[in-house]
């Protein structure tokens, strides 16, 4: 039964463990990659602890991304009692909701304990535990847990790892309180790192790579449980949800050439793991480029070439509750 808002944590002790899943949906909050990397999930065997610290990076690095999208909602949405965070991974994206709302209280909410631990230690360093917990489950149904509706519900980039979306939003919208706003990011552009002629191999390789992983993440959707097919118009789903859209925005990740180290780190893990995911599905050419471009000592690796660059497109989808 939903509670009037008041000073409690929003569930219990703030980390309750509700079943334990197959951390398949247990995504968001920047530690799933889109356009940087998938190929290697299967995440059922995915150990999240040892995950955790390059999941928590990679999403530190598209930092400024969130904080740009999150401004955008807080124009929107504008003192939100409780904030709910659906796959909120490691907790960066859960942390920045609660420097942006100060007056908020934050639920991080995932299906890999793991990294909810990352989360609820993060909100200690961001001095914010006293207004942070964690609910620990399957989306969607573990939302039936929160003890009152959400004001702000943000789901980046974790519903299309449920199987009936539409469903999915329907359970979504059930959360809201009456003027409430679902931020829902999906769709933007594929990330880019390298110009098209990168002097190694054949021209173009990175589009190539993202015909792979469009052919993986068509695959990916048809073999979730319960996997509905649907036309990924975001606004109109959330209008079959009972929802009002209220806006689309598309938010900019750019970090320019010569890239930090840690950028290029991040450009290699994902190179690296695209390399291991398709495997057979690569021609030897762009498997050959791709190992000069991983081989720390080659003068056109990424780790040393100075053309390297992080520039990335998300798009956030909002609709409210109407009263």
């Known amino acids: 039964m939903a509670h009037d808002h008041d000073d409690r944590h929003p569930h219990g002790d703030g980390h309750h463990q509700h079943g334990e899943g197959d951390d398949r949906h247990s995504h968001g909050g920047g530690h799933h990659r889109h356009g940087e990397g998938h190929g290697h999930h299967d995440t059922a065997d995915v150990d999240w602890a040892e995950m955790g610290p390059q999941l928590e990076a990679q999403a530190e690095l598209f930092a400024p991304l969130y904080e740009r999208a999150l401004a955008w909602l807080a124009q929107r949405q504008t003192e939100p009692g409780l904030i709910v965070d659906a796959g909120s991974g490691p907790g960066v994206i859960a942390g920045l909701f609660a420097e942006t709302f ?10 890999a304990g793991p990294l909810l631990e990352r989360a609820r230690a993060r909100a200690g360093r961001l001095g914010v535990a006293d207004r942070f ?26 519903l ?6 539409r469903g999915a939003l329907a359970v979504f919208a059930e959360h809201l309180a009456p003027g409430g706003t679902l931020a829902l990011m999906e769709g933007g552009l594929p990330t880019r790192f390298l110009p098209r002629d ?8 990175q589009t190539r790579l993202d015909a792979l992983e469009a052919e993986w993440f068509a695959q ?13 118009d ?33 450009v290699a893990d994902t190179l690296s793991r695209l390399r291991d995911g398709f495997g057979d599905r690569l021609d030897a050419d762009d498997r050959a480029a791709l190992d000069r471009l991983l081989d720390p000592d080659d003068a056109a690796s990424v780790h040393r070439r ?17 009263p």
């Not at 509706?149 to 980046?156: E, H, R, T, Y």
């Not at 929802?243 to 925005?249: A, D, I, N, S, Y």
């Not at 100075?306 to 109407?322: E, Q, S």
Request: proline share 9%; charged share 20%.
């Open 306 to 322: 100075p053309d390297v660059f992080v520039l990335a497109a998300h798009t956030v989808h909002t609709a409210t509750r109407t």
């Open 220 to 232: 990916m959707r048809s073999t979730l449980p319960g996997s509905v097919a649907e036309t990924e």
């Open 102 to 111: 100060p007056g908020a209280r934050v639920l991080a909410v995932d299906s």
């Open 160 to 165: 299309h790892h449920l199987g009936d979306q």
């Open 234 to 266: 975001w606004p109109a789903l959330m209008t079959a949800a009972g929802l009002k859209p209220t806006g689309t925005r598309s938010f900019l990740l750019d970090l320019p050439a010569p890239a930090t180290d840690r950028a290029r780190g991040h």
């Open 133 to 158: 917990a964690t609910l620990h489950g399957e989306l969607p149904g573990v939302l039936a847990d929160l003890d009152y509706p959400a004001d702000l519900l943000w789901a980046g980039r974790s």
């Open 198 to 205: 990168i002097g190694v191999g054949r021209p173009g390789l």
